[in-house]
């Protein structure tokens, strides 16, 4: 059984950063790597950072240069690095373990951890 525990969220001022840590324990049958989704209130869960099945790393546009995504393999770790944070960053962040989808021809998430709370206050 996969689990996801995320850590590192919190408050910070704009222009100012955090970072999100999460750790995987167990297995995922074609996995994939890991990836950092956000949801605003009210509204879907959309991707920040993640790997696709090319192995590289892909980031919505709007974080483009100010987050960076980077993972132990050995420790089972994804982190999320986030700087410049802006207001508009405000969501919960939540962790995805990522497998193959062959149809889909991408890596897709199929376990979540628990989110954690990112709040950008001016």
């Known amino acids: 059984q996969v689990q996801l525990v995320e850590s590192g969220g919190g408050s910070v001022q704009a222009g100012g950063s955090l970072k999100l840590s999460c750790q995987r324990s167990?297995?995922?049958?074609?996995?994939?790597?890991m990836g950092w989704f956000r949801q605003f209130p009210g509204k879907e869960r959309e991707k920040v950072a993640w790997?696709?099945?090319?192995?590289?790393?892909r980031y919505l546009e709007s974080v483009k240069g100010r987050f960076t995504l980077s993972h132990d393999d050995i420790k089972q770790t994804v982190d999320l690095q986030m700087e410049s944070l802006e207001i508009g960053d405000s969501a919960v962040f939540f962790c995805?373990?990522?497998?193959?989808?062959?149809?889909?021809?991408?890596?897709?998430?199929?376990?979540w951890g628990q989110g954690t709370q990112v709040t950008v206050s001016s």
């Open positions: 995805a373990a990522l497998k193959i989808s062959y149809s889909a021809k991408r890596c897709i998430p199929i376990v």
């Open positions: 167990g297995t995922v049958d074609y996995y994939c790597g």
């Open positions: 790997f696709e099945n090319d192995g590289g790393i």
